[in-house]
């Protein structure tokens, strides 16, 4: 089975241990006013000439020519701490988490509800479906503390900076997906006259980082052995790809006026059973018995029963079909692809993979996808049609009609009985058949003339028994002709997408610290949860960039001429 391809990219710049190169951080002229810097130039722990950043932002970017950072309702938040004395905050109205004299801590979470659809990209259902005194699928928080140490989210996570969304979190607390429009960029190469709509979707998704700055100084400085100086954390809880399609709807209406076409025949057929019958009787009677007998009062029942198929098929009709990887929703028009299945591992999805790891789709993962999609209708075709069939042969037909026959001086000489009760299955295999009894009072009929009689009644049971089948018959190739449309409309799609659509997973930025006179710095760090991009048909500007959930932490830096206790 074909599978995703997924490579990975480590970040440029590490976090840098005792064995790393530190580049400009191997500087014996390091000073602190005129004398070599020791530990106590700076000390950790203490509060006194830091400066800590930290950043938070859940959506940035672009779509459709549409900067997302020039949109006030999508700004992010930045809280920077200067030893116990000042703190800034963007924006200015951030609501404080903790405020102290050595912490800042600040929440700017997003209002789904009023952002809606941003150029294509729609966030709202990150709005819906978290469970109560949840802080929000676009969180944004940020805190900064007097003694250089960052930390930031954004996403789905708590006001202390940890990541809501696990490959273990539970579905029920997990908002619905964003979603962004793929049918612009696949207008132009792909035959979209069978498709309704194309999408990503992006589950909830978290991201944080954490940076210690002191320590990290530190270690670029001295070599300590400190290892936890800066760690980063994101998960995503989902991605597919959303295909709506009006052909998805045609099959199961195909099979609900099959339904009602096979009911219809079902009632007319039993309707005129007993009547055909009847008249079968009196003709065999006219031709063989005229002058003899008269045939006189008809009395019973003859009818077909079947089970209410439209209740009976509706679980089928309305079921999800999936293998794991490609799923079709009959009831809402929908083919989707699990995208993070496919790159992932088993039960993590896009979670705990490598920085900077992009998802690739090729050539075999295309006719993988597009192999299964239909393999998953052939099989919901051969269920339906079978369903349909045994539904039918459960039917029940009952005969039960007694014909009677008066001599001329009003003396009953003859009476015929029609039985049957049994399945229509078992009338077509011939298992179950007509029977006519005579009852004869003084008078004895030509030898074979009630057989030939007996078999032309059962001629008409069982091309009444046919003629429903043959009403049934032809939902197979219906349906057969109807998923294989959908497969051609899906496939150009799917093969579209290699050269369109680029999705990275745990993009991490880190640039280099430095010092400046008698200030040191740390480089800043980011994680990015997911990265994806639009481009158009034949390459230029991307449609869209969209970056969900990144934390940066840093650059931090000590004041090394602050003066010390």
């Known amino acids: 089975m074909a599978i995703l391809a997924v490579v990975g990219a480590t970040a440029a710049v590490a976090v840098p241990g005792p064995t790393s190169s530190t580049a400009a951080w191997q500087d014996a002229e390091w000073v602190h006013g005129d004398g070599a810097i020791g530990t106590s130039s700076f000390s950790c722990g203490e509060d006194v000439g830091y400066t800590a950043n930290s950043s938070s932002r859940f959506l940035a970017g672009n779509v459709a020519g549409q900067d997302l950072g020039a949109v006030a309702d999508l700004r992010g938040l930045d809280v920077t701490k200067t030893g ?14 903790t405020r102290t004299e050595t912490t800042a801590a600040y929440g700017n979470p997003l209002d789904v509800g009023v952002l809606g659809s941003v150029a294509g ?15 929000g699928a676009v969180n944004q928080v940020a805190t900064s503390v007097a003694t250089g140490r960052s930390v930031a989210a954004s996403g789905l996570v708590s006001d202390s900076g940890g990541v809501l969304v696990t490959d273990t979190t539970p579905t029920e607390a997990l908002p619905e997906p964003a979603t962004l429009d793929l049918g612009q960029a696949l207008a132009g190469v792909a035959d979209l006259q069978s498709i309704s709509d194309v999408g990503l979707e992006v589950g909830a998704v978290g991201s944080s980082a954490q940076l210690d700055g002191c320590d990290l100084l530190e270690d670029e400085v001295w070599g300590a052995a400190r290892t936890a100086t800066v760690t980063r954390d994101y998960g995503i809880a989902s991605l597919d790809l959303r295909i709506d399609s009006p052909l998805v709807r045609s099959l199961t209406s195909s099979v609900d006026a099959t339904v009602r ?20 009787v009196e003709a065999w009677a006219k031709v063989e018995l005229d002058g003899i007998l008269r045939i006189g009062l008809v009395e019973g029942t003859a009818s077909i029963t079947a089970p ?3 209740t009976v098929l509706a679980p089928v009709l309305r079921e999800t079909l999936t293998d794991g990887v490609v799923t ?6 929908q083919v989707r692809v699990d995208l993070a299945h496919l790159a992932g591992s088993p039960g993590a999805g896009l979670n705990g993979l490598p920085p900077n790891t992009e998802l690739v789709l090729d050539d075999r993962v295309v006719a993988d996808l597009s192999a299964r999609v239909g393999a998953l209708l052939d099989g919901w075709t051969t ?18 009609l007694d014909v009677g026959s008066v001599k001329v001086l009003g003396i009953q000489a003859l009476k015929l ?61 219906a349906l057969t002709s109807t998923a294989a449309s959908l497969v051609a409309a899906v496939s150009p799609v799917l093969r579209a997408l290699p050269a369109l659509l680029s999705v990275q997973v745990n993009v991490q930025r880190d640039t280099p610290g430095a010092r400046d006179g008698r200030y040191a710095r740390t480089g800043s760090y980011s994680v990015t949860a997911i990265r994806i991009g639009v481009l158009r048909a034949g390459g230029g500007t991307p449609l869209a960039r969209v970056d969900l959930a990144s934390s940066t932490v840093g650059p931090n830096l000590v004041d090394l001429g602050a003066p010390r206790s």
């Open 417 to 477: 009985e029609l039985r049957l009760d049994a399945s229509l299955g078992a009338v077509l295999s011939g298992t179950a058949q007509l029977t006519v009894t005579p009852r004869l009072i003084g008078i004895s009929l030509l030898p074979g003339v009630l057989d030939a009689l007996t078999a032309q009644l059962r001629d008409i049971v069982n091309s009444t028994v046919g003629t429903l089948v043959a009403v049934a018959a032809p939902l197979r190739a």
């Open 308 to 310: 209410d198929l439209s």
């Open 121 to 135: 990209l729609d966030l709202t259902g990150l709005g819906t479906g978290l469970p109560g005194g949840s802080a």
């Open 328 to 333: 079709v929703d009959l009831a809402s028009g």
């Open 84 to 97: 116990t004395q000042g703190v800034a905050v963007s924006p200015a109205t951030a609501p404080e988490i």
């Open 261 to 280: 076409t096979l009911d219809a025949a079902i009632a007319e057929q039993s309707r005129d059973l007993a009547g055909l019958l009847t008249d079968e």
């Open 383 to 400: 269920r339906v049609t079978e369903r349909v069939t045994a539904l039918l042969a459960s039917a029940r037909v009952q005969v039960q």
